[in-house]
Nanobody, 127 residues
């Protein structure tokens, strides 16, 4: 099991930047793929980005490609989501998720592929 705790959310103006972090407990994190998801008010949770446990493979939703960057530092048990050129439509609760995988290249945009979830951090982008 991996326990996850997000931090770094907040209020930012459109066009600004924010970095959210996902701190994990447990040694399984270094062998776990990580995904970021978000849920806006009144909408279903949606995929944002994913990174393999090796860090060599990443995957992004079209809506954030070129603006967001997912990364990780395994010896710190932490994953990050750097968000640039933020838009009001990026306003949501951001969740990180992790799942232990054998494949060094595994990434996924499906919620069903992740068994461990954090509580979320609120990101609000004002216009």
């Amino acid at each position: 099991q991996v326990q996850l705790l997000e931090s770094g959310g907040g209020l930012v103006q459109a066009g600004g930047s924010l970095r959210v972090s996902c701190a994990a407990s447990g040694r399984a994190f270094s062998n776990s793929a990580v995904g970021w998801f978000r849920q806006a008010p009144g909408k279903e949770r949606e995929f944002v980005a994913s990174i393999s446990w090796s860090g060599s493979t990443t995957l992004y939703a079209d809506s954030v490609k070129g603006r967001f960057t997912i990364s990780r530092v395994n010896n710190k048990n932490t994953a990050y989501l750097q968000m640039n050129s933020l838009k009001p439509e990026d306003t949501a609760v951001y969740y990180c998720a992790a799942d232990r995988r054998e494949q060094w290249y595994f990434v996924s945009r499906s919620e069903r592929d992740y068994t461990n979830w954090g509580q979320g951090t609120q990101v609000t982008v004002s216009s």
